[in-house]
């Protein structure tokens, strides 16, 4: 089983940062892909940005430029540096890890943190 710490969410002015932090517990499973995604109230569940084991990496286009995903694999470790943010921004940020077990992909989510932008 993989378990998900997620960590690093607030409040923040527009045009601060943040950084996200999610630490995936796991001694048995190898994670494929690791992400972010955020859901702002009302509305659905979006990707935020993705990254492979071998560092491949995905945005939506919404945070191009302004986020950046990166991860330790030694740590299970996935991060999302937000910069520039604005209060379209404001979401519940959400972890994922992707692994295999029994042949069969599998994602996983972490229960989410609060991210608000406003003045």
């Known amino acids: 089983q993989v378990q998900l710490v997620e960590s690093g969410g607030g409040l923040v002015q527009p045009g601060g940062s943040l950084r996200l932090s999610c630490a995936a517990s796991?001694?048995?499973?190898?994670?494929?892909?690791m992400g972010w995604c955020r859901q702002a109230p009302g509305k659905q569940r979006e990707l935020v940005a993705r990254?492979?084991?071998?560092?491949?990496?995905i945005y939506t286009d919404l945070v191009k430029g302004r986020f950046s995903i990166s991860r330790d694999n030694a740590k299970n470790t996935v991060y999302l540096q937000m910069s520039s943010l604005t209060p379209e921004d404001t979401a519940v940020y959400y972890c994922?890890?992707?692994?295999?077990?029994?042949?069969?992909?599998?994602?996983?989510w972490g229960q989410g943190t609060q991210v608000t932008v406003s003045s």
């Open positions: 990254i492979t084991s071998s560092g491949f990496t």
């Open positions: 796991t001694s048995t499973f190898s994670l494929t892909g």
């Open positions: 994922a890890a992707e692994y295999v077990r029994a042949g069969v992909a599998r994602t996983t």
